[in-house]
């Protein structure tokens, strides 16, 4: 259903979609309305607005989507719940941990499921982009069990990039370092997709 999701959505649109959430997180972090005189918490301030505004706009992509194909897309959906979720507890408790801790937790439940789905000896990748990326089965599994790894790879780095260092440091990362790995990661497996592509 995601690839079919995928081919009625135009290209610009699904990259706004699935980046412009992010990038209005990092300028609501960026340009927070903050008081001339404030003496408080800067940094807790500027991430409890912008997850204020990062809410909403994930939600109405969410919708866009819909709209456009009439039907809700697993992973986006799932994100939404979560950013909902560890967003909503940001904001209600006062506590920057939540929406810190979101992409980790986010990381590890995608390792998770593709590692059940390799338990039973079955590719999840495949069942999402099979039809867009024609591959062999045993291809799959590779990059599966390649995705795996990387994924729980940006869960640690992102544990270990807001616990020491500074809440700038991490909302510029996020905002374009885990973008920039993930589309790195993905071209670094052209040999791998060339190896097992089943030419249609």
């Not at 135009?10 to 972090?29: A, T």
């Not at 795996?148 to 940006?154: E, H």
């Amino acid at each position: 259903m995601n690839s079919m999701t995928n081919s009625k959505q135009n290209g610009p649109l699904k990259l706004f979609l699935e980046f412009g959430p992010i990038i209005v997180f990092f300028l609501g972090y960026k340009y927070a309305p903050l008081p001339e005189l404030f003496e408080g918490d800067e940094s807790l301030e500027r991430i409890i607005f912008a997850t204020k505004v990062f809410i909403p706009t994930i939600l109405s992509s969410l919708l866009v989507g819909y709209i456009q194909t009439k039907e809700v897309a697993k992973m986006p959906l799932f994100t939404a719940i979560i950013v909902l979720v560890f967003g909503g507890l940001t904001i209600w408790l006062r506590d920057e941990t939540f929406i810190k801790m979101k992409p980790t937790f986010i990381y590890l439940v995608f390792a998770f499921l593709l590692s059940i789905g390799l338990f039973r000896g079955r590719s999840y990748l495949q069942s999402l982009m099979g039809v867009a990326l024609p591959m062999e089965d045993h291809g799959w599994i590779i990059l599966t069990k390649r995705f795996t790894l990387f994924f729980i790879v940006l869960a640690i780095l992102n544990e270990s990039i807001w616990r020491s260092l500074p809440t700038d440091t991490w909302v510029s990362f996020k905002t374009f370092g885990f973008p920039a790995l993930t589309f790195i990661f993905f071209f670094a497996q052209a040999r791998l997709i060339k190896k097992y592509r089943v030419e249609d």
